[in-house]
């Protein structure tokens, strides 16, 4: 059973950083392909990045230039460099893996405010 762990949540102050990681465990097959996904109070669940098995990447243009999404396939593992953060980035963050089904992490609170 494939479980996605998430981790790097946090309070953070406007313009800070913040470096959120998902590891999945319980299989040795490599995800054909992540994404990030947040969900702030009251609103519906929106994408925020994602990257292929090759590494092409896309952003939400609430993100773009700000947030990075990267990933080692040898530690099964995506990563979301959050940079200049905004009080209107405040979410849960969830990872999302693909892989022949879809896995959801259990979701990691991030707080921008001063």
């Known amino acids: 059973q494939v479980q996605l762990v998430e981790s790097g949540g946090g309070l953070v102050q406007p313009g800070g950083s913040l470096r959120l990681s998902c590891a999945a465990s319980g299989t040795i097959l490599t995800a054909n392909a992540w994404a990030w996904y947040r969900q702030a109070p009251g609103k519906g669940r929106e994408l925020v990045a994602a990257i292929t098995n090759g590494g092409s990447a896309d952003y939400a243009d609430s993100v773009k230039g700000r947030f990075t999404i990267s990933r080692d396939n040898a530690k099964n593992t995506v990563y979301l460099q959050m940079n200049r953060l905004k009080p209107e980035d405040t979410a849960v963050y969830y990872c999302?893996?693909?892989?022949?089904?879809?896995?959801w992490g259990q979701g990691t609170q991030v707080t921008v405010s001063s």
């Open positions: 999302h893996a693909q892989f022949s089904r879809n896995y």
